[in-house]
């Protein structure tokens, strides 16, 4: 069994900062890909970043602005944002695929909410 508990959402003034942490626990390896999802009110679910097998990935609306980066020894995924824009604000989720049975896993979510 695997699970993600999410960290580090907030509420921050537009151009500001917020790093979210996702720490996975059970049986995770290196191969697993795992990602940050974002939810805002109304609208589906869309990706944000990926990291897998070494490889980053981001939706065209956060290029530039955010970071994706894991460390393996901690199990732990972490996404710094910056330059933050009131439609970043969401509920972030954390995600891990395991590649050895395909089975998707979620996080809370965390909430991150850019306003004046």
């Known amino acids: 069994q695997v699970q993600l508990v999410e960290s580090g959402g907030g509420l921050v003034q537009p151009g500001g900062s917020l790093r979210l942490s996702c720490e996975a626990s059970?049986?995770?390896?290196?191969?697993?890909?795992m990602g940050w999802y974002r939810q805002a009110p109304g609208k589906e679910r869309e990706l944000v970043a990926i990291?897998?097998?070494?490889?980053?990935n981001y939706a065209d609306s956060v290029k530039g602005r955010f970071t994706i980066s894991r460390d393996n020894a901690k199990n732990t995924v972490y996404l710094q944002m910056g330059s933050l824009k009131p439609e970043d604000t969401a509920v972030y989720y954390c995600?891990?695929?395991?590649?050895?049975?395909?089975?998707?896993?979620w996080g809370q979510g965390t909430q991150v909410t850019v306003s004046s």
């Open positions: 995600n891990l695929i395991k590649v050895a049975t395909g089975r998707r896993y």
């Open positions: 059970g049986s995770i390896f290196s191969i697993d890909p």
């Open positions: 990291f897998s097998s070494g490889n980053r």
